[in-house]
C-alpha cells in the first residue's frame, strides 16, 4: 500500500473516532435535557397509561406506539416496554404504515 493512502485511511479512521465521541457526547446531553425538562405528568410518560384496564393499548399508548415507529425502534424492544407480544406491536405497526405511508423496514 502506498504511504499517502495508508496516511489518508489514518485520517478518515481519526475522523470517525472523533464523529463518535462527539455523537456519544451529544446523545448524553440531549437525554440529560430531556430528563430535565420533561413534566412528570405529560401525556405518555408514564408506562401504566398505555394500557386501558382491561389490557389493551389506550389511546395514550397508541400515540407513544406510534412515535416509537416513527423514530425507528425495534418491534422487540417495543414489545418489552408494554409489556406485549412482539406479533401485537408488528400488527399495529402495519396498520399505521398503511395509515401513514411510511415504508416498512426491509432488513438485509
Same mark, same amino acid.
Given at each position: ?15 470517525? &473516532? ?10 448524553? +446531553? ?6 430535565? &425538562? ?34 425507528? +425502534? ?16 408488528? &400488527? +399495529? ?5 398503511? +395509515? ?9
Amino acid at each position: 500500500m502506498k504511504p499517502i493512502v495508508f496516511a489518508q485511511l489514518k485520517a478518515i479512521q481519526a475522523d470517525a &473516532h472523533a464523529a463518535k465521541k462527539a455523537q456519544d457526547a451529544l446523545v448524553v +446531553r440531549i437525554d440529560a435535557m430531556v430528563a430535565e &425538562h420533561s413534566p412528570k405528568d405529560a401525556a405518555g410518560s408514564n408506562p401504566e397509561d398505555w394500557k386501558r384496564p382491561d389490557g389493551r393499548i389506550s389511546d395514550v399508548g397508541a400515540l407513544v406506539m406510534e412515535g416509537m415507529f416513527a423514530s425507528d +425502534r425495534p418491534v422487540g424492544e417495543i414489545a418489552k416496554d408494554f409489556k406485549c407480544s412482539p406479533s401485537a406491536v408488528s &400488527h +399495529r405497526k402495519k396498520l399505521w404504515e398503511a +395509515r401513514t405511508g411510511a415504508q416498512p423496514d426491509v432488513q438485509a
